[in-house]
């Protein structure tokens, strides 16, 4: 069993930057892509990152791209999402997911097998 905590959330200035952390606990070795997810209130949760292992292949959502950075800490356990130009677009609740098997669909949520609890960002 895997356990995914997201931290990092807050509200923050328009234009502001922010850097969220997921800390995966348990059988976490196998972890081929991990990814972050978002869904703003009465919207359809949406794609914003995802990185592979042992590749570092990234892929971002068009949205994000350019001011998003996602980065893996293996040795830790940790994946980050560093958040810059922030906007009030990007104010929701932010997850973190992980995948065991390859799968290059990285934008599909339904490919994850584990989910956090999410963090909020919101901008204003």
């Known amino acids: 069993h895997v356990q995914l905590v997201e931290s990092g959330g807050t509200s923050v200035q328009i234009g502001g930057s922010l850097r969220l952390s997921c800390v995966a606990s348990?059988?976490?070795?196998?972890?081929?892509?991990m990814g972050w997810f978002r869904q703003a209130p009465g919207k359809e949760r949406e794609p914003v990152a995802a990185?592979?292992?042992?590749?570092?292949?990234?892929n971002y959502a068009d949205t994000v791209q350019g001011r998003f950075t996602i980065t893996r800490e293996s040795a830790a356990n940790t994946l980050y999402l560093q958040m810059d130009s922030l906007t009030p677009d990007d104010t929701a609740m932010y997850y973190c997911?992980?995948?065991?098997?390859?799968?290059?669909?990285?934008?599909?949520?339904?490919?994850?097998?584990?989910w956090g609890q999410g963090t909020q960002v919101t901008v204003s």
């Open positions: 997911a992980a995948r065991w098997a390859y799968e290059d669909r990285w934008n599909f949520a339904g490919i994850y097998d584990f």
């Open positions: 348990g059988d976490t070795g196998s972890s081929v892509c």
């Open positions: 990185i592979y292992r042992p590749s570092g292949v990234t």
